[in-house]
């Protein structure tokens, strides 16, 4: 089995478990752990080709500005859903009265 196989193989286990995770619960903080496991496999096959391939330094440019833009863009859905949790924890609150 070729190394390549074998990281492709992690990094879709990693993809497929995160989906099944982000499907099946409905808590926000664990979503975005599973949201995280997602692009974590995403990079790891995406960090597989690129290593397989050995395009020289653009190759290796082009795959630090794709990790850097994930996790860019995963902080910004971290982001989201916690002010979604704790606008939805603010108005739950006011409702009730002491």
Same mark, same amino acid.
């Given at each position: 089995m070729n190394t390549i196989t074998l990281y492709q193989i992690i990094g879709a286990g990693l993809?497929?478990?995160?989906c099944c995770g982000l499907l099946c619960n409905k808590n926000c903080w664990s979503s975005i752990i599973f949201m995280q496991?997602?692009? %974590? %496999? +995403?990079?790891?096959?995406?960090?597989? +080709? $690129?290593?397989?391939?050995?395009? %020289?330094q653009p190759a290796e440019m082009l795959t630090? +500005?794709?990790?850097i833009g994930i996790m860019f863009a995963m902080i $910004?859905?971290?982001?989201?859903?916690?002010?979604k949790v704790f606008l939805d924890e603010s108005e739950s609150n006011s409702d009730i009265e002491p």
């Open positions: 993809f497929i478990f995160g496991l997602m692009a %974590g %496999g +995403v990079i790891v096959n995406f960090l597989a +080709v $690129v290593r397989f391939c050995r395009a %020289g630090a +500005v794709f990790i $910004v859905f971290a982001i989201i859903f916690t002010l």
